[in-house]
């Protein structure tokens, strides 16, 4: 991974536990990141807050691309996970450099 694709990723404080805890609820497949994904992204979003994205290894996945597709706020990202959080509900917004 490049020094200037670590910079432009962005993340909120995690919580005390960290989201290692949270159980993926959307995994992406070879077809990669589709407009439906985006869409159940947002349903999801609404009942849940806090999602955890994975994908294959085979698909190239833009993580701050996703967010702002969904609009929802990147927290973290780690490997070929993501996870997203709605930026009504998610305290302590302060962004920062991962």
């Known amino acids: 991974m490049s020094q200037d694709r670590n910079t432009t990723r962005k993340k909120t404080a995690a919580p005390a536990g960290g989201y290692h805890d949270l159980k993926p609820t959307i995994w992406v497949g ?10 159940e992204i947002r349903s999801q979003i609404k009942t849940r ?45 302060r962004s920062r450099n991962i």
């Open 49 to 93: 807050k806090t999602i955890k994205v994975k994908w294959l290894e085979s698909v190239e996945v833009e993580p701050e691309v996703v967010a702002q597709e969904s609009g929802m706020i990147l927290l973290q990202v780690r490997g070929r996970t993501m996870v997203l959080g709605d930026p009504g509900s998610v305290s302590g917004t």
């Open 30 to 39: 070879k077809s990669g990141m589709s407009p439906t994904i985006i869409e």
